[in-house]
């Protein structure tokens, strides 16, 4: 392995792993074999990712998380700290259920708030905003805004983080990037 990213001497980094150019992974945290991390990426403290996940370019991922094998991140997404995804729909200590591990997509440029739970077999969509707290208990919409738990959709979020508010043409425009949005069978898409 190329040692082209840093990590602190806390952290634990298993066999295997691809490792991107300008990651860091801090302290205590540890990296099970055969992940795939991108570049430029930020592990934080005492996060764990688990055998086969694979995260794109730039993930940020905060303190505490915990990232388990069936779970793929995109490039840009943000997963905030303590958040948590899982992988075993019904989870026993007795029964090993290793062969029904479910999958987890989160999309491009997706941001999953602090101490929010990710039921897997459920896809984020890209630019999706995933509130603090949040169970996710279905799929999420591409830039889809939602909260609570369950986890119900409110509204709509631009690229940049801001809420979208429609116009009677079912347009609208991010407050901070300028860039236009429409919706259209309940699915928004840049202009």
Request: hydrophobic letters at 35%; a negative charge; aromatic letters at 8%.
């Amino acid at each position: 392995m190329d040692v082209n990213f840093f990590a602190h001497e806390s952290a634990v980094i298993d066999p295997g792993c691809n490792i991107g150019a300008g990651t860091n992974i801090w302290h205590f945290s540890h990296i099970m074999p055969n992940c795939r991390i991108g570049e430029n990426c930020n592990i934080g403290q005492n996060v764990v990712i688990s055998p086969d996940v694979i995260l794109g370019d730039n993930v940020k991922v905060q303190n505490n998380v915990s990232i388990y094998t069936g779970v793929t991140c995109d490039d840009d997404v943000f997963l905030g700290p303590s958040m948590v995804f899982t992988n075993v729909i019904n989870p026993r200590s007795a029964v090993n259920r290793k062969s029904e591990y479910m999958k987890t997509h989160v999309g491009k440029g997706a941001s999953i708030g602090a101490n929010a739970t990710i039921v897997c077999g459920y896809d984020i969509g890209k630019f999706a905003f995933i509130g603090a707290g949040a169970v996710v208990t279905k799929h999420v919409p591409d830039y889809a805004l939602v909260v609570g738990n369950p986890a119900r959709q409110l509204g709509w979020m631009s690229e940049y983080g801001q809420r979208l508010h429609f116009d009677e043409e079912r347009k609208a425009q991010c407050s901070e990037s300028k860039e236009w949005y429409q919706i259209k069978d309940k699915q928004v898409s840049k202009i």
